[in-house]
């Protein structure tokens, strides 16, 4: 299900993206399609495609400092000006983290490609959440010091909640899930200690 495009970047790997409101989509997009450590896809060519992750969002609302006189709710701009656009929305913060393949062939860490503005991104289902990650040696997390290092004081903590929801949704060997239990205990700790004055 597409859930946003993509309106500009700021690197190579960081993406912003528009989530559909409710008049550019007929179903727009829950908040859980889009939250935090999300994993998503952007529209590539006809043979792949970016994986990405939500690694922020922000609320705009140009209309909360307009403090003049309303003649007209937004219902009623609707039904008398429909060219007049609701400028209100979400926007995310996407980091690029590696691409997948028609045929399911994954590639994990920075990209090749670089993604085209109004390229639409979709929310990745959990088969696809598992192709990206299962490969024939087993559980694959290469792009994490991407999320690290370019997603400055959220990196550690997005770290933490992909490992934990990839403990939980996708089906792992016992030592697969060990490992993501230390990586995530790991990554707390170095949160706690970097912020201490020790």
Known sequence: MKIAT???SAT??????RVFGRYESETP?????YS???????EADGRRR???????????????A???PRLSDANQLREFSPDVLDERGTEISLVAVGTLETGGTAEQGIPPLAFQAGAGVRKLEIE??????????GLKLAYFGVLIEHCGALGTSLVERIAANLAE??????????????????????????????
């Open 66 to 68: 307009e403090f003049g």
């Open 50 to 64: 970016g994986v990405a992750v939500v690694a922020d969002s922000a609320v705009v609302n140009p209309a909360y």
């Open 36 to 42: 935090f450590g999300s994993f998503v896809s952007i």
């Open 12 to 17: 190579h790997v960081k993406y912003t993206a």
């Open 128 to 137: 696809e959440i598992a192709s990206f990650h299962l490969l024939e040696s």
């Open 6 to 8: 993509i309106v500009g």
């Open 29 to 33: 997009p829950a908040p859980s399609d």
């Open 169 to 198: 949704s996708l089906d792992l060997e016992e030592d697969e899930v060990a490992r993501l239990d230390v990586l995530r205990r790991s990554v707390r700790w170095q949160r706690t200690v970097g912020k201490s004055n020790l």
